[in-house]
């Protein structure tokens, strides 16, 4: 039989991203910091729409894991504030269509957009990873950090995406993956709780991927730096104090002892972080 709180499960992930009042605060928490949201660099956004362990540092090096190649059409699936689809779209000279689950997410990415003069090529809409609104082979790349842990029905996200890779197609991720150590601690910055929580392992994931027919590229556990990445952050928070602008303005009051419990579940081996890049095989 069905667990009673099984219903609730997409429900608890819309509502642990639910914030609707993020475009106001993220402008007044720019000012604050003396940033200027008409005269925006994209350097001055890293500390909130890179919305992931080690921020930029891991767009950058994941990234330089795919061959550029310019024109490419890439989809970026829980994009977030956009600060990834945007980096891909400078580097690789490409236009990304980003996707979110969170109305709130994709209206302060298009915001952030328009103010950094890149609407012509960056979009953002809502939608469900699990059923994306777009025809079979329409992307080179798709692009994924930190979304399948909050996804329950793992082949059918990926069989979603290899739907919408072209042949040759290259699915590149950052992901945050069971460890040995045991059960996560909670609150993390992805769940406050079990109900929207779903971690696999590296062996399942592998697994998984390559009976949904991807090829392995790329494969790297980048945990020791994640956790070297969180000492350094929560030593520099001690330091000097809580910045006005981070991470706490898409997750509110709770997100300190959310970074806490990352830290204590990466020291204790409860998760594990991996980047990856996968391809659809070519056609013969």
Request: hydrophobic share 40%; glycine share 8%.
């Amino acid at each position: 039989m069905m667990p009673a709180h099984e219903p609730m499960r997409p429900a608890a992930v819309a509502g642990h991203y639910s914030s609707p009042d993020l475009e106001s605060r993220v402008l007044a928490a720019l000012v604050a910091a003396e940033k200027n949201p008409d005269q925006l660099r994209p350097e001055d956004l890293t500390a909130i729409d890179e919305f992931h362990v080690r921020g930029a540092a891991a767009t950058q090096e994941l990234a330089a894991a795919l061959e550029p190649a310019p024109g490419l059409l890439v989809l970026d699936v829980g994009c977030g504030l956009g600060g990834a689809s945007r980096y891909l779209s400078r580097l690789l000279d490409c236009h990304v269509i980003g996707v979110d689950q969170s109305s709130d997410y994709c209206h302060v990415a298009r915001m952030l957009s328009e103010r950094l003069g890149m609407s012509d090529r960056v979009a953002y809409l809502q939608a469900d990873a699990l059923e994306l609104p777009f025809g079979d082979a329409a992307f080179d790349l798709v692009w994924i950090q930190h979304l399948s842990m909050n996804i329950e029905d793992k082949p059918k996200l990926y069989r979603e995406i290899r739907r919408v890779l072209k042949p040759g197609g290259r699915l590149a991720f950052y992901e945050i993956l069971a460890g040995p150590g045991g059960e996560v601690h909670f609150p993390v910055p992805w769940a406050r709780d079990p109900s929207a929580s779903f971690l696999a392992s590296q062996e399942d994931l592998r697994r998984l991927l390559t009976e949904e027919g991807f090829q392995p590229l790329f494969w790297q556990d980048v945990t020791k730096d994640g956790l070297e990445w969180f000492r350094r952050r929560q030593q520099k928070s001690r330091e000097g104090g809580a910045s006005p602008f981070g991470l706490h303005l898409l997750l509110g009051e709770g997100f300190p002892a959310m970074a806490g419990n990352q830290l204590r579940n990466l020291e204790e081996g409860r998760i594990t972080l991996v980047e990856a890049v996968f391809q659809v095989p070519p056609d013969n």
